[in-house]
Structures are given as C-alpha cells and as structure tokens.
C-alpha cells in the first residue's frame, strides 16, 4: 500500500466552530455529551468523545471533492481545544472504531470512482483502503460513516 495520511479538518475551522458557535453554513452547533455508546467523532483529533467529555455538532463544507459530488457533511469537534490528527500511514481511530463506514474514492478531477467504493466494518478497512490507494485513478478518498453519512476523514497519498 502507497504511503498515506488521515486528513482531519484544520485547526482553524475547529477554533473557528469553538469561538463562534456557528458552522460553516450559520447555524448554531449543538452542544452535546459524548456518551458510553459511542458515536461521537471528533474530526479534529480523529478520536472519539470520551463519555461525559462536551462535542459540538454542525455542519461542516467539505472542501473536496468539488463540483457534481460536493455535499456539506454534520461533524462533530471536542469543544475543547484537541491536537490535530498527523499520524501518517495510521487509519484514523474514527474509521476503525466504526462499525459501518463508505470508502469514495475520486479521481484528480473530484469524478467519484464508482468501481472502487466499498461499504464495511471500519476494523476490517486495510484491504479496501490500500486497493484504493494502489489504483493510479485515485488522487484522495473520503471516508464516511455509511448509516447517516457524515464524512470521517479524508485520505492522501503522500510521498515516501
């Protein structure tokens, strides 16, 4: 598998929701507690809520793909400050702690390569990952939680 790197959101955007209490689209974040049963990834750090800790939950525009296949995505962020993911050729604690998440893989153009989607268990993404990212057509691949949609992370190829 090519080298690669789990994109979380930048910190500006995270402080930006933090200060404001607004999205990217003006509405206001809900403030919620992580909870036991999980479901709380912060897009940030690429780690889940811990129970009890504080999430803010709003509308995030994902800055690719571009065109036909843009769509804003829910997100959630710590509302307090956490470090930015940059592990490289680490799967975001996000993906693996999913139960069921939607690999999409686009193309230099952001055209969705249709053939190498793939929907499973975030634990057992590796192979479907590296596949992707073998493919010469891919320049990044977003993945989602595949029940409601919300955009995890984004993957790069990066140089060795």
């Known amino acids: 598998m090519p080298q690669f790197q789990c994109i979380a959101i ?24 992580a909870t036991a049963e999980g479901g709380f990834p912060c897009r940030h750090c690429l780690r889940l ?4 800790e504080m999430m803010l939950l709003g509308s995030y525009n994902l800055p690719r793909p571009r065109g036909i296949y843009w769509t804003p995505s829910p997100i959630f962020v710590h509302e ?23 690999l999409r893989s686009y193309d230099a153009a952001d055209q969705c390569i249709y053939d190498l989607g793939h929907v499973g268990n975030g634990h057992e993404i590796d192979a479907q990952l590296a596949r992707a990212l073998d493919d010469e057509r891919t320049a990044f691949i977003n993945i989602h ?16």
């Open 145 to 160: 939680t595949a029940r409601p949609g919300c955009m995890l992370t984004r993957v790069e190829k990066v140089a060795a």
């Open 10 to 33: 930048d910190t500006a955007t995270a402080e930006r929701f933090r200060a404001t209490g607004k999205d990217d689209n003006g509405n206001t974040l809900r403030r919620m507690a």
């Open 49 to 52: 809520g811990e129970p009890g």
């Open 80 to 102: 307090r400050a956490c470090e930015r993911f940059a592990a490289k050729n680490e799967i975001a604690p996000t993906v693996v702690a999913n139960g069921l998440v939607s």
